[in-house]
């Protein structure tokens, strides 16, 4: 008998590459590297999110390498720009990235505001996305909910689009969906929910609404059990998208609905009484 994930596999496309898990996830705020590697195996994540200007893979030969842990034989590596402020900043991180990475042009851009909340800085986000697809990167984008600004990185040539839920680090959810069921209207490429998510349910809710993948970092690594959370988002992505392709029942507003047939019944005791 096939099991939950055998059933609804149905992969999807990052720009010329292709994958079976829909669950994305980052590599900080974990204790150790022991755990990092841990989670992300619980995670039967294929993509595994790097923050190059915070994470050591190989720029310093002295400090222990993530990819001990991590290996890029077993999981595709997604260099990221975290950190970066400026459009400038976040292209010269990405192309140190493809030199580490052995000419790896799958990458996911992120161009921040400022320091309290992380948010991204557009201007600069469509700036840097604009150089980087002309330099043959494949690039997913971490963006606002904004429908707009979404449409533009598709038009410029970005490969997945990736929406805020909510703040990095938040663990706040899915705060706009409204925002995010119109950018799954128009946008043709995949759609990522990309920070905020903070429990499974969220995974879940997200998958419902028709996003490709999830990717979260901070709900797995500052969780009780990181581990366990890794194997609880896994399921919850399996699951929300299993829904998806499935189709909610219609909502329906002061009118209940019998789960059982009606026609048919076995008379009552009072009804039998009176006959």
Sequence with gaps: MNSPEQTVVDGWQAGTRRFTSRLLVGTGKYRDFEETGKAIAASGAEIVTVAIRRTNIGQDKNAPNLLDVVSPSHYTILPNTAGCYTAEDAVRTLRLARELLDGHTLVKLEVLGEDATLYPNMPETLKAAEILVHEGFEV??????????????????????????????????????????????????????????????DAAIAMEMGCAAVLTNTAIAKARDPVLMASAMRHAVVAGRAAFRAGRMEKRAYKASASSPTGGLVPSVATRKSA
């Design 140 to 201: 997913m984008v971490y963006c606002s909910d904004d429908p707009l600004q979404a449409k533009r990185l598709e038009d410029i040539g970005c490969v997945a689009i990736m929406p805020l839920a909510s703040l990095i680090g938040s663990g706040m959810g899915i705060l706009n969906p409204w925002n995010l069921e119109l950018i799954l209207d128009q946008i043709k490429v995949p759609v990522i929910v990309d920070a905020g998510v903070g429990t499974a349910s």
